[in-house]
């Protein structure tokens, strides 16, 4: 049994903000571009969001909604002094953490769960620790998968603290939204719903032929993680060098149809300069980075080389699959092979114009 934590910060960029300047605690924030130009929400805090103002609106509409909400432009330097700050807090706890953002990571704190402490109460101390060493509030979620933990630490926030025993993630994920579920995006969302499937319950009805035929590899693993099966690691660690073809999007977007036919695209580069170089590689990479610049890889080691395109593409998509995430935005995905199985020197591919 594992006990993984979900720790993500209140209103982020707007929490440090008010921070910082005591002026406009307890008062409607909103970090972002100017209304002026096309700038649209980074974060609110609470207060703003009473108006419906939430993350990725455009700042005009912001406000609108709310005439006397307190503007502030981003500060990047210091938000990244503050997760730094966040994550050394978090690895005194354990040293098994994988940040997801600069706000959020996931912590396995298996090995701190004891009879006298259990996760609820290691939660808990963590959540004081953070406020009373940065002055920010986090919500964290208990349970015993990755997936579980990061829906509930988003049910009771800000400030929220939610634990999911082990046997019931059934049963709490049954009446949630199916857009709260990894890997379900906007588009998925609507075809779901068009479909009669409204909570993540209604979902895990439906059989895997179904699932697949409707919705591709992705499909039952959505079940898989609706019905609280989640067997991935906290990761900690990164990859290395490869040969890669990667792409900066045009738009930030965290749809998963639009990622996975990119990753299609990508292997496709990877394996025609793999096929003129006449190599084949164990490891398929993925490289991903977010619309906060937070930038990371996955990767997976195969027990076969492999050159060809639908190869790649099969193995990165698996590993993209699991990095979505409701609200989470990706600015630019990369596509690697390396552990060569000839001694040829592996060479980067250069990045092309953005196809996308
Ligand atoms: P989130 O954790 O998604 O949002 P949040 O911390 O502002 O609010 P909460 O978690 O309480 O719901 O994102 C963390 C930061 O990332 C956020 O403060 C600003 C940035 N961000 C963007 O720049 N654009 C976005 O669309 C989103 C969602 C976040
Ligand atoms: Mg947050
Ligand atoms: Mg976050």
């Not at 394996?271 to 997976?300: E, H, N, P």
């Not at 080691?301 to 190869?311: C, D, I, K, R």
Request: charged share 30%.
């Amino acid at each position: 049994m594992r006990h993984i934590l979900h720790a993500d910060f209140d209103a982020f960029y707007a929490s440090v903000e008010q921070l910082d300047n005591p002026a406009i605690r307890g008062k409607p924030v909103v970090v972002g571009g100017s209304p002026e130009g096309r700038g649209v929400v980074a974060s609110a805090s609470y207060e703003a969001r009473k108006y419906g103002i939430r993350s990725a609106m455009p700042m005009r509409t912001a406000l609108q909604r709310c005439p006397h909400a307190i503007q502030v432009n981003s500060n990047f330097t210091r938000y990244r002094e503050v997760s730094r700050k966040v994550m050394d807090i978090f690895r005194e706890l354990t040293p098994t953490i994988e940040p997801l953002s600069m706000d959020e990571a996931y912590l396995d704190v298996t090995e701190r769960v004891s009879a006298r402490h259990d996760a609820r109460e290691i939660a808990y101390r963590l959540k004081r620790h953070v406020k009373a060493e940065l002055g920010l509030t986090i919500s964290v979620g208990a349970a015993a998968s990755k997936s579980v933990a990061k829906i509930a630490s988003d049910l009771e926030k800000p400030d929220g603290l939610t634990v999911v025993e082990p046997g019931a993630e059934r049963a709490f994920l049954a009446p949630l939204s199916v857009g709260r579920l990894w890997g379900v995006g906007p588009k998925t969302e609507q075809r779901l719903r068009a479909e009669g499937i409204e909570t993540i319950g209604d979902l895990t009805e439906r059989s895997d032929d179904w699932l697949k035929k409707m919705f591709g590899r992705n499909g039952p693993y959505m079940k898989k993680l609706g019905l609280g099966e989640d067997d991935r690691p906290v990761q900690t660690h990164r990859g290395s060098k490869s040969v890669s073809a990667e792409t900066t999007l045009r738009q930030d977007t965290g749809d998963p149809e639009a990622l996975e036919e990119l990753v299609n695209r990508l292997s496709h580069r990877v394996a025609r300069d793999l096929d003129r170089k006449g190599i084949q590689g164990y490891t398929v990479k993925l490289k991903l980075r977010l619309s906060d610049f937070t930038t990371f890889t996955r990767q997976v080691t195969l027990p076969e080389p492999v050159s060809a395109s639908e190869q790649i593409a099969e193995a990165a998509g698996v590993l993209l699959i699991a990095e979505l995430e409701p609200g989470r935005m990706f600015r630019l995905v990369g596509v690697g092979l390396s552990g060569f199985a000839s001694e040829e020197e592996p060479e980067v591919i250069q990045p092309r114009l953005p196809g996308f």
